[in-house]
Nanobody
Framework: QTPLVESGGGLVQAGGSLKLSCAAS????????MGWFRQAPGKEREFVAA????????SYADSVKGRFFISRDNAKNTVYLQMNSLKPGDTAVYYC???????????????????WGQGTQVTVSS
């Protein structure tokens, strides 16, 4: 059973908003950097956003900067991705991931993440 479970995906019109959640269970991820990645059909998995273990540092892909916002609540063992001004190009399966990093380092490549959720579908209609 995966320790990371995403929720909040769905169908939304262009310009709309969605908030994804990633809940961790079975272990604590407070010493982990957390990231969001996405994968559209026929494309490679790409970085979306990441946050350091205490939330002090965030990083975003250029394509989502200013529209998406990542946050975390370590008391709830949960990380969030607020997505605003959604575009059809944002359509993809969104994955939550965890990388052991009790520092302010924020990994941005999939290979740096050891734990993955099963993904949640986000579809943006035009």
């Amino acid at each position: 059973q995966t320790p990371l479970v995403e929720s909040g995906g769905g169908l939304v019109q262009a310009g709309g908003s969605l908030k994804l959640s990633c809940a961790a269970s079975g272990r604590t991820f407070s010493s982990y950097a957390m990231g969001w990645f996405r994968q559209a059909p026929g494309k490679e998995r790409e970085f979306v956003a990441a946050i350091s273990w205490r939330g002090a540092i965030t990083s975003y892909a250029d394509s989502v900067k200013g529209r998406f916002f990542i946050s975390r609540d370590n008391a709830k063992n949960t990380v969030y991705l607020q997505m605003n001004s959604l575009k059809p190009g944002d359509t993809a399966v969104y994955y939550c991931a965890a990388s052991y990093s009790p520092t302010n380092r924020v990994p941005t490549t999939p290979g740096e993440y050891a734990w993955w959720g099963q993904g949640t579908q986000v579809t943006v209609s035009s």
